[in-house]
């Protein structure tokens, strides 16, 4: 989640910087007051787990819009930098957009990259990590023709350990907040922001959620066990094991087992921006199949549900 930045978040940036692995050069809190007051800067938070995990920067330089981040090195290898990056550059619409990078900084030509930067020239320039010249790479970003010039997903998937494998116990497990059990298998950061996968058991019985629309995801479901049944629009959809059903993004539609036996589906959303929803959902105990009575509930969901582009609708007549 990227929010605005706020002098509280300066700090936080403060004692990162002061990091003498991670950089050393003398953060200054003045500096980043000057950056706060300059409105010609594009600066945003970003926030992870509940913490500041560090920022992203778009600013004008030589007559170029540059794009820069830092990250808390707490949070390194966990694909956050991929993940900010990707839904900033789907807010600073500018292009071209252009970096730089220390040649010998492959972790960040690498974020660079997955976002679509590709190296145009390289330089010599002043790294204020190191306090010494270095040489860097110059990278571009261009718009593609003919398509948004909006990037809502990285462009490929981890392959530090050549593959991801996750076996049959692993996951994180989660109470699923229409009940029953939910694993996340693949977290975004698993796929370098293109999808997540968790593995769902509906009970016997259960309604599923108010019908709902996903603004920024397609959402798939393929059946693993029993039989599951789905609205999608006005059509009505009984699915058996082995049965895939796909909702498009902006599509009304409500998952439900109205049978006697759970049903197990593995529900894949694509892109990036979805495993957290089920975590906070349970976390907060959102009311997600009832409309709550409480105002107080219904201010708490609606600004829970707008962070994720999920939105309540009706459905037409079947």
């Given at each position: 989640m990227l929010r605005d930045v706020?002098e509280?978040?300066?700090?936080?940036?403060f004692e990162?910087?002061?990091?003498?692995?991670?950089?050393?050069?003398a953060?200054?809190?003045a500096r980043w007051?000057?950056?706060?007051a300059d409105?010609?800067?594009?600066?945003k938070t970003?926030?992870f787990d509940?913490s500041?995990?560090?920022?992203?920067?778009?600013?004008e330089s030589?007559g170029?819009?540059e794009?820069?981040?830092w990250?808390g090195?707490r949070y390194?290898?966990?694909g956050?930098a991929?993940?900010a990056?990707?839904?900033?550059?789907?807010?600073?619409?500018?292009r071209?957009?252009h970096?730089?990078a220390?040649k010998d900084?492959?972790a960040?030509?690498?974020v660079?990259?997955?976002?679509a930067f590709?190296?145009?020239g390289?330089d010599e320039g002043?790294?204020?990590?190191?306090?010494v010249?270095?040489?860097e790479?110059?990278l571009?970003?261009?718009?593609n023709?003919g398509?948004?010039?909006?990037?809502?997903?990285s462009?490929?998937?981890r392959?530090e350990d050549?593959?991801v494998?996750?076996?049959?116990?692993d996951g994180?497990?989660?109470v699923?907040?229409?009940g029953g059990r939910?694993?996340?298998?693949?977290?975004d950061?698993?796929?370098?922001g293109a999808?997540?996968?968790h593995?769902?058991?509906?009970?016997p019985?259960s309604?599923?959620?108010?019908?709902?629309?996903?603004?920024h995801?397609?959402?798939a479901f393929?059946v693993?066990?029993?039989?599951?049944?789905?609205?999608?629009?006005?059509?009505?959809i009984?699915?058996p094991a082995?049965s895939?059903?796909v909702?498009?993004r902006g599509v009304?539609?409500q998952?439900?087992?109205?049978?006697?036996?759970?049903t197990?589906?593995?529900?894949?959303?694509?892109p990036?921006?979805?495993d957290?929803f089920f975590?906070?959902?349970?976390?907060?105990?959102?009311p997600?199949?009832?409309?709550?009575?409480d105002p107080a509930?219904?201010?708490?969901?609606?600004?829970f549900t707008?962070?994720y582009g999920?939105?309540?609708?009706?459905l037409?007549?079947s």
């Open positions: 706020t509280g978040d300066l700090p936080v940036f990162q910087q002061l990091d003498r692995e991670a950089n050393r050069m953060a200054s809190m007051r000057g950056i706060l409105g010609t800067i594009t600066k970003i926030h509940g500041v995990a560090g920022h992203v920067l778009s600013f030589s170029k819009r794009v820069s981040y990250i090195k390194w290898g966990r956050i991929t993940r990056l990707s839904t900033f550059l789907g807010q600073v619409e500018e071209p957009l970096a730089r220390a900084n492959t960040s030509i690498r660079l990259e997955k976002c590709a190296i145009r390289e002043f790294s204020n990590a190191r306090g010249e270095v040489e790479f110059i571009e970003l261009q718009a023709a398509s948004s010039p909006r990037f809502e997903r462009v490929a998937m392959t050549a593959g494998f996750v076996g049959p116990e994180k497990a989660l699923n907040p229409i939910m694993v996340a298998k693949l977290r950061e698993d796929t370098g999808y997540s996968i593995d769902n058991t509906i009970p019985g309604p599923g959620p108010r019908p709902h629309i996903h603004r995801h397609e959402e393929y693993l066990e029993g039989e599951f049944t789905m609205r999608v629009g006005a059509r009505r009984t699915a082995g895939f059903v909702v498009p009304v539609h998952p439900s087992n109205p049978g006697t036996e759970p197990r589906v593995l529900l894949i959303f694509s990036a921006g979805m957290r975590e906070e959902a349970a976390e907060g105990r959102m997600l199949q009832a409309e709550p009575e509930v219904r201010e708490r969901l609606a600004a707008e962070r999920y939105e309540f609708a009706e037409p007549p």
